[in-house]
């Protein structure tokens, strides 16, 4: 008895499929525009972009420069924030007997933008908004803090992140409850 070797069927689709792939890669090698042909009329890639004029460069700005400054400035203002907390806001609170807590007062929040100079002196103060959430606090003892807030963004010198530059910030505390 004879015995044949038989492929599978898949197996010779795929034998026929990696010849013909080795056939169109050799053709494709065989005429690429790195060589030339004997009559001179194929040009290297280098030969025709030198022909050609540079393109034009895209103007990359420096973005890690200013998102590190911008990091510079968060950590900054928390540090600020902190400050602002412990020197302005709980004394006035405490003035009032107003507890920071989740049941009487959990919302005291301003925003503002700052214009700096160069020597990190606040040249301009713009409130843009307020979320204040405190029972006890009247609209009279509202408004007396926005003039201590006010009081003590002008005596601040900002650190040097800040020099020059116009920084949206926010003042106070928001609770999870």
């Not at 280098?46 to 393109?55: M, R």
């Not at 029972?135 to 010198?157: A, G, P, Q, W």
């Amino acid at each position: 008895m004879k015995s044949k070797h038989i492929l599978p069927k898949y197996k010779e689709t795929a034998r026929a499929f990696c010849i013909s792939f080795f056939y169109i890669l050799t053709l494709c090698q065989c005429k690429s525009p790195a060589q030339k042909g004997s009559d001179g009329a194929t040009e290297t890639i280098p030969g025709v972009t030198a022909i050609k004029a540079p393109l034009p460069t895209a103007k990359i700005q420096d973005s890690i420069s200013i998102n590190a400054n911008q990091a510079t400035q968060a950590i900054n203002w928390s540090t600020i924030n902190t400050d602002f907390m412990t020197n302005c806001l709980n004394p006035f609170l405490a003035s009032k007997r107003i507890k920071s807590d989740c049941t009487h007062c959990d919302k005291i929040m301003f925003s503002f933008s700052f214009v700096v100079d160069g020597k990190g002196k606040i040249q301009t103060i713009l409130k843009e908004g307020e979320n204040i959430s405190c029972f006890r606090m009247s609209e009279t003892d509202k408004k007396k803090l926005e003039k201590e807030i006010l009081i003590y963004i002008k005596k601040l010198v900002l650190p040097a992140s800040f020099y020059k530059t116009i920084y949206k910030g926010n003042l106070g505390f928001i609770r999870k409850c």
